[in-house]
């Protein structure tokens, strides 16, 4: 049987703290509505829910696009996948083939020395680990234990050369959001989807990783979005629709979407969240 266009479409390869699965529909529909831009930027690209998409539908074709993030593992990830994704096929496939519990935390517990095998180390501990999703703790480290999966997809070849061929035509650097300003030129296009500014007290949503995200850092970011809406580059961002948010954002447009998401620290604990994506277009 023939296998469809849509198991060569590029989709994220990891499952990713925040995610923008669910909200493919309203982000791509913004991007149609920017219509005409240059470059694409994506400086907290986290999973890429939102450049796969695009570069799956054909919106960046032609187009330079840059995507960083500060967490250096996930910028090693992707540079595998983008420069080496034979390799990282290659550990994988010897990961999904010795898969047991001694082989997990075996390989929980060391961080191998070629670029190719980490990321394959990465991708098969977010695919077996609890609730399945890459997180490390304070002091940087992968403490997460195995998750009890019967049939856990380990290699799926065909969607990491998907990404791997997407990747192609992006630069991908480690660095702060704030650089997209030594990049980012008149009539460019940007996504921001930084670290969620909290619903509660309590919400944990801000811990990516060792750095926190938080109120002085949403205003450093307002600050880099006004900067860019007088350089006349597009940008959409998305948050939680918190008072901090529609403050920051009061000169732009700010709509409201809903998104299911984990609303306590407990994984059976969903529900429907209020979010803003704000636009300068
Ligand atoms: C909400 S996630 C992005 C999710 C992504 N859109 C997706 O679909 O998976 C936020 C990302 O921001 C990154 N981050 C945290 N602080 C940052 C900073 N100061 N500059 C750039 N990226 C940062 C985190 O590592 C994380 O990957």
């Known amino acids: ?5 849509e198991a060569y479409k590029p989709r ?11 909200l493919l529909p309203e982000l791509t529909a913004a991007v149609a509505e920017a219509r005409k831009f240059k470059a694409y930027h994506e400086p907290f690209v986290g999973g890429g ?14 187009k330079s696009v840059r995507l960083s993030d500060t ?4 910028i090693d990830l992707y540079l595998a996948i983008r420069d080496d994704v034979s390799g990282v096929i290659r550990h994988l496939k010897k990961h999904a ?3 047991d519990e001694t082989y997990y935390y075996a390989t929980r517990a060391e961080i191998p020395k070629t670029s190719s095998a980490r990321a394959a180390r990465l991708l098969y501990l977010n695919r077996t680990c609890f609730n399945g999703l890459f997180r490390e703790n304070s002091k940087g480290e992968f403490n997460v234990p195995m998750g009890r999966y019967k049939n856990p997809a380990i290699c799926d070849e065909p969607k990491l ?16 959001f704030e650089s997209v300003l030594d990049h980012a030129a008149k009539g460019d296009f940007v996504y921001f989807d930084p670290p969620y500014a909290p619903v509660s007290a309590t919400a944990q949503f801000t811990s990516y990783h060792q750095d926190g995200f938080g109120t002085a850092d949403q205003e450093r ?3 880099v979005c006004a900067q860019l809406h007088r350089r006349k580059v597009k940008f959409l961002l998305s948050n939680s629709d918190v008072p901090l948010i529609r403050d920051l954002y009061k000169d732009f447009q ?8 984990m609303v306590n620290s407990r994984a059976d604990r969903r529900g429907k969240v209020a979010e803003v994506l704000v636009r300068n277009f």
Request: charged share 15%; proline share 5%.
């Open 71 to 74: 967490n250096p593992r996930l």
């Open 49 to 62: 829910a939102l450049f796969f998409a695009l570069q799956g539908g054909g919106a960046l074709a032609e």
């Open 254 to 261: 700010v709509s409201q979407v809903f998104a299911t998401r």
């Open 1 to 5: 049987m023939m296998a469809t266009d």
């Open 12 to 22: 994220p390869f990891l499952k990713w703290a925040g995610g923008k699965g669910q």
């Open 161 to 176: 050369r998907a990404a791997s061929a997407a990747l192609a035509q992006a630069d991908i650097a480690c660095r702060p």
């Open 221 to 223: 970011l307002a600050d």
């Open 97 to 99: 083939a010795a898969h």
